[in-house]
Each structure stands twice: as C-alpha cells, then as structure tokens.
C-alpha cells in the first residue's frame, strides 16, 4: 500500500493538515450577541488552519447575556470543561466583550482547566464606567446615578451591574458587587487562592483594545487600567490588583506570558469581524 503513489499523497496530505491545525479553540460572545455572531472568528481560524476544531457557544444569546455572571460562568464552565476533558492536549480561549470577562472568571473558579492561551478581546477586565450602548436597552439610565440601580440587590441580577465600577461610589461598589471585586481578588474569599491558581496556570495572556472602542470605558479597562475617583486612568501595573498580585495578573506578567495590545481605529461592534484583528492579533498567538 506505502508503494502506492495515492496512498502516500493522501498520507502526506493528512500530515500536513495535522501540523496546520491548531489545539481547538473556544469562542465565548459578547452581551446581547446574536447567534453565529462569532463565526467571522471561529471560519477566519479554519481558513488559516485547516482541521482547527473551533467550539462557539450559543447559551446566553440576546436578553439572556443580561443574566448575573455568576451564572453564566458556572453554565458555562460545564461547557469548557467537557471540551477540556475531550482535548486533553489543551485548547484556546477567546472571550470577546462581556464574554471575555465571563472567560477570565471560569479560568478562576475552575482551576482544573487546560487553557493553553486565552485572548480577552476588547473586555472590560477593570470593569465598566459608560452607559453609551446601555441606552439601547436602559433607556432612562444615566451615568452619575447608575449607582443607585446597580448598587442594590436587585441591581445586582443584571450582568452588567456586576461589573458597573463607579470610581465616585467605590463602598457601595464594594459592599454591593457581588462579581468583580471577588474576580479580582479585591475581597477576600474562601476561593481566593483556587481563583489565582487557575488563573496563574494559562501560558499565554493576550489583552487586546483601542482608543476608538467607544462602549468599553474606559478603554484602557480592556488592559485591565481604570479610573481613579478624579476620572484620571491608572495604568494596569499601578493597580492595586497588580501590585499585590492578588489573582496572578502581575506574575503572568513578570514571567513574560503577557501580551498587551493596542489597535487605534476599530470600534467595540468590530474587534470579532474585523480580519486585521483576527490575522494580526488574534491568530498569531494561537498554535
């Protein structure tokens, strides 16, 4: 059969497709997605590396993305962890928007993962200060009083509210955020030391934003910057959470696992479709 001229091509074609894929790859959306909004993303991959096996959700689809993080990261944690079970070589991650903050807390709260590389594209990792985009769908919100909805046990079943980090309001942001100080390790918890564990064990960190995204505010919370109480941004390595390394940021950092990239020019409703992006900042990192 080895002699056989066809036998061999289609043995060489199988191991060059082999060598082209990647290890899968897991693709969480955005808030208030539409389903296969991910697919620019996920057959981009594919077209560049044939056999690529590429997962994109569709749980928490349109209204439901407003769900309590928590809970999307508990369901979606089941999901990625079947994956990771299937692939024990390892697999990727890419959570775009409010996806990649879900993303970042599975990656804590499950330490038993297998993310090689996870690429937060255009998240708000520091959390969230604009009601620009929220108008759609909060029509009477308004940034200086946002507070008074978020910061309140209701507020608190709305996604959003959970990460809503109001640099004027830092108590009630504390005493009522039920999410993003516990993801950060800002509050201490029973999980404190489970959440840097799994967070410390990917090999690549890859944090891409701009300064045209105009919905993450500010901007610079996709690299995990944020605001001070005069509404001046502080950078990523003079935030508390770096400093003291308090869920392993600043650890993957010294040990040269992470990527931080800027892209002027691209809005928050482009950063999945765009081709740029995908072909220079997001399939690189990838193998």
């Known amino acids: 059969m080895l002699g056989n001229p066809s036998a061999l091509l289609l043995l060489f074609g199988l191991f060059c497709q082999l060598c ?5 790859v897991v693709l969480i959306h955005g808030i208030l997605a539409e389903k296969g909004c991910m697919d620019v993303v996920g057959k981009r991959i594919k077209e560049v590396h ?3 096996i590429v997962y994109a959700t569709d749980r928490f689809i349109g209204w439901s993305s407003l769900a309590p993080m928590w809970h999307q990261v508990d369901a979606l944690a089941a999901d990625l962890m079947n994956i990771t079970k299937a692939h024990p070589e390892g697999i990727h991650l890419i959570g775009y928007s409010q996806g990649g903050l879900v993303s970042r807390a599975i990656l804590e709260k499950y330490p038993d993962h297998n993310v090689q590389t996870f690429i937060s594209l255009s998240s708000p990792q520091a959390g969230q200060y604009g009601t620009k985009f929220l108008h759609l769908y909060f029509p009477n ?4 009083t946002a507070y008074e909805i978020f910061y309140s046990d ?3 079943y709305t996604s959003v509210a ?3 980090n109001d640099p004027h309001h830092q108590k009630l942001y504390y005493d009522y955020s ?3 100080p516990f993801t950060n390790n800002e509050k201490s918890s029973n999980q404190s030391d489970v959440y840097r564990q799994g967070f410390q064990k990917i090999k690549k960190l890859v944090l891409i934003g701009g300064p045209d995204d105009e919905v993450i505010t500010p901007w610079q919370s996709s ?3 944020y605001y001070n109480e005069n509404e001046t941004v502080v950078d990523m390595k003079d935030q508390d959470f770096y400093q003291k390394d308090m869920f392993g940021l ?3 950092d010294t040990s040269g696992r992470l990527h931080v990239i800027t892209q002027p020019g691209i809005d928050h409703f482009s950063w999945h479709v765009n081709l740029t992006v995908i072909d220079t900042h997001i399939i690189p990192f990838l193998d």
């Open 20 to 24: 082209l894929a990647y290890k899968p």
């Open 223 to 225: 690299h995990f910057g």
């Open 50 to 52: 044939p056999g690529t």
């Open 178 to 180: 039920v999410f993003l």
């Open 250 to 252: 600043k650890t993957i």
């Open 141 to 144: 919100l308004w940034l200086k």
């Open 154 to 156: 209701v507020g608190q």
């Open 162 to 164: 959970n990460y809503w």
